[in-house]
Nanobody, 115 residues
Framework: VQLQASGGGLVQSGGSLRLSCTASGFSLESYAIGWFRQAPGKEREAVASMLGGGGNIRYADSVKGRFTISRDIIQRTVYLQMNSLNPEGTAVYYC?????????WGQGTLVTVSS
């Protein structure tokens, strides 16, 4: 099981970024996958998730209405579209899957939002 996150970068407050998480070793249709983030000096927090069936999409209250999780089964990729970013969005973003009872994490991609 491997996850490869990408798409981070520097963006101005109010801007947008789309993160990608390419998965291998398991089927996106069978397992829930989520996006998490860890800001400097803070604990890792859940941002968005979806079940393998594509349903039960959940968002952290802090990103509702601004972030959208989606996936492309053929490309084996999960996306996190982030709009109206603010400096509180500065963090390393990770994708993660719970596969057969174990949590697997991508390497993280850094998002920096300048004010």
């Amino acid at each position: 099981v491997q996850l490869q996150a990408s798409g981070g970068g520097l963006v101005q407050s109010g801007g947008s970024l789309r993160l990608s998480c390419t998965a291998s070793g398991f089927s996106l249709e069978s397992y829930a996958i989520g996006w998490f983030r860890q800001a400097p000096g803070k604990e890792r927090e859940a941002v968005a998730s979806m079940l393998g069936g594509g349903g039960n999409i959940r968002y952290a209250d802090s990103v509702k209405g601004r972030f959208t999780i989606s996936r492309d089964i053929i490309q084996r990729t999960v996306y996190l579209q982030m709009n109206s970013l603010n400096p509180e969005g500065t963090a390393v973003y990770y994708c993660s899957v719970r596969y057969r009872g174990a949590d697997y994490w991508g390497q993280g991609t850094l998002v920096t939002v300048s004010s």
